[in-house]
């Protein structure tokens, strides 16, 4: 059976374009499109659809709003369509806060060959949208104040060795943005330093690290390429770039890379995962979670086998059970443990390596 999609977008060119998009894939079936939430509510109680997109600005009731009662009252998969803009990228994470699944970022110019070029992408996010585990989400989500949950979380846990010997690196894709963000609220102030991949693209990117830099204890920031990896300091990769980690002399440094795209993912976690594994070795403690498709994987491999730790996601708490189950069937991930466990697992495994010098 197809999966069944109700557009939901003010914009009647928007509506077309991806009526035209949907329409070509033989694996989604367009049931629908409505220019408010208003029209939207009634649809989704005729249709039932799989899968709804979701315009952040609309007439009558803004889609934020819409989208905070619908996972209320009737949770289902959301891809949020989202402005490629500063106040776009805060709405857009807002939006995942409150439970959309993923989200597609319309183009500024040429919104006609731009909304064509991202087909595919579009195509593949339903499709993972259709698979994800969705739950209501209370009506008014909380917020974090900055290092409140850090300081608060697991106060008996013990405290990493500080040093720059060790490196954490996380991977995630659909459903990532708030996972990785579950498990930066664990981590103190002086946690070894972090290396992210997360599936998003660019102008993206940015605004998710400055978000966690404000809800987190540690100082988040977009790589830039050059930077030593120090504790304390996560670094986002770019959304057009693969982050890599190098050896050079005592420490770690980050290098961007413009190679293409692997697994249809740039930034991917594979290139990442792999470096730090021969780089670091042993001092490699790695976290691959939430994700449709096979990234990461084969690099979390090559993490265990040069002694590094490594965890997968559980299913229960994947939004989709997609990367971290290749990890698990090809013999990659040394545990597997749900989310609220993964920060604990790894700051325990940090001071288990111990300080002293890098092997």
Not at 25 to 40: F, M, R, T
Not at 41 to 48: A, E, F, G, P, V
Not at 181 to 192: F, I, T
Not at 264 to 290: E, W, Y
């Amino acid at each position: 059976m197809p999966i069944k999609v109700l557009v939901v977008d003010d914009s009647a060119l928007i509506r077309a374009l991806l009526k035209e998009i949907i329409q070509a894939d033989p694996e989604l079936e367009l049931i629908g499109v409505a220019p408010d939430a208003y029209v939207a509510r009634d649809l989704i109680k005729q249709l039932n659809p799989d899968v709804l997109t979701l315009d952040v600005e609309m007439p009558r009731m803004d889609g934020l709003t819409f989208l905070e009662k619908l996972m209320h009252g009737h949770p289902m998969p959301v891809v949020m369509i989202s402005s490629l803009t500063e106040r776009g990228s805060e709405a857009t994470f807002r939006a995942l806060e409150l439970g959309a699944v993923d989200f597609v970022a319309k183009p500024k110019l040429g919104i006609r060959e731009g909304m064509q070029a991202y087909a595919e992408e579009i195509c593949y996010k339903l499709k993972a949208a259709s698979m994800s585990r969705v739950s209501a989400r209370p009506a008014i989500a909380m917020k974090s104040v900055p290092g409140q949950a850090a300081e608060s979380s697991s106060p008996g846990l013990p405290r990493p060795i500080i040093g720059t010997e060790k490196i954490i690196a996380i991977g995630a894709s659909t459903g990532g943005t708030e996972a990785i963000k579950d498990v930066l609220l664990g981590m103190p102030a002086d946690s070894p330093g972090i290396v992210i991949t997360q599936h998003m693209p660019p102008g993206f990117t940015r605004s998710f690290a400055e978000r966690l830099n404000r809800l987190t204890r540690l100082t988040v920031s977009e790589a830039q390429g050059g930077e030593r990896i120090l504790p304390g300091h996560a670094f986002i990769a770019p959304g057009d770039q693969h982050l890599l980690v190098e050896r050079s002399g005592a420490n770690y440094v980050i290098r961007l890379s413009d190679a293409p795209a692997v697994r249809r993912h740039k930034p991917a976690v594979d290139p990442m995962f792999s470096s730090v594994a021969q780089c670091a070795g042993r001092n490699v403690i790695a976290a691959l979670l939430t994700g449709m498709g096979k990234d990461g994987a084969q690099g979390m491999l090559a993490i265990r086998q040069a002694g590094g730790y490594t965890v997968a996601q559980d299913e229960a708490t994947c939004v989709v059970y997609g990367m971290p189950r290749e990890a698990v069937s090809i013999g990659a991930a040394e545990e597997v443990l749900p989310l609220n466990e993964v920060a604990t697992a790894l700051l325990q495994q940090a001071r288990k390596r111990g300080g002293g010098n890098r092997v």
